[in-house]
């Protein structure tokens, strides 16, 4: 997978990428990430990126044409790789067909990344994430460009690139190759629509507090059946909208 990010900070990302199971899996080539700074699509002097906003209002929005010059020509290359044509226009629309490339804004008022969303955007061959700021993007960078929205939860970050750092993060481990064992996506919190069950390690007993019995009977049905009972429960006592959602 290819990912493309568009930010004013790019110099945010370098320290999570090239660091644990993303620094590996851009080194086995499961995962290829490029960060652009938006201010490179900019003309005038002050590279400047943002402007007040029509009808007033607090602080500055993203302009759209940086942000527009940066995914043109991000899908002009996707389309030159791919050798795919796309007729009429040569600018990006969303949603536009031929090129591969998904675009996705970070935004507060995006749907909510959930578990299942991310292993459905780790089936396609190349994101382009938008990275938003101050009081948000021109709404035409939407409607233009933009093939849905993410938040990654109900509150207000000082940007997107956090939520962008989650995001390719969380896509990643569903990538085949990225994560060592075939079930480490499975047996886990939201995988199946309920909260992780209770883990252990060594050592057995640790300030007076002992590994339950069941999980060193060897008796794995019995151990799958707690594990269940342990997940239900943990769910309905922390995440009870889960059950209420249709978990």
Aim: aromatic share 6%; net charge positive; charged share 25%.
């Amino acid at each position: 997978m290819v990912v493309d990010v568009l930010t004013i900070f790019p110099e945010m990302f370098p320290g999570v990428l090239n660091a644990s199971i993303l620094k590996r899996a851009q080194a086995r080539g499961r995962l290829r990430v490029r960060v652009h700074n938006l201010r490179d699509y900019t003309h005038d002097k002050r590279r400047t990126v943002d402007d007040r906003p029509y009808g007033g209002g607090p602080g500055m929005v993203m302009r759209v044409e940086p942000i527009a010059e940066a995914v043109d020509a991000i899908r002009a290359r996707c389309r030159h790789l791919s050798g795919a044509r796309h007729p009429g226009s040569s600018h990006a629309t969303a949603r536009e067909p031929g090129t591969g490339c998904e675009t996705i804004l970070l935004s507060p008022s995006g749907e909510r990344l959930t578990s299942a969303l991310a292993k459905e955007l780790a089936g396609a061959a190349h994101l382009v994430l938008i990275c938003g700021r101050y009081e948000g993007v021109d709404e035409r960078v939407k409607e233009l460009f933009v093939d849905r929205s993410l938040s990654i939860g109900d509150y207000v970050l000082t940007g997107g690139e956090l939520p962008a750092l989650v995001l390719i993060d969380c896509v990643a481990r569903f990538i085949p190759g990225v994560i060592g064992h075939r079930q480490a996506t499975v047996e886990e919190s939201f995988s199946d629509g309920w909260l992780e069950y209770p883990q252990y390690t060594r050592p057995l007993v640790f300030r007076k507090r002992a590994v339950p019995d069941i999980l060193r009977s060897g008796d794995h049905g019995r151990i799958a059946r707690w594990r269940k009972l342990q997940a239900a429960a943990r769910t309905l006592a922390t995440r009870p909208d889960l059950v209420q959602n249709g978990g």
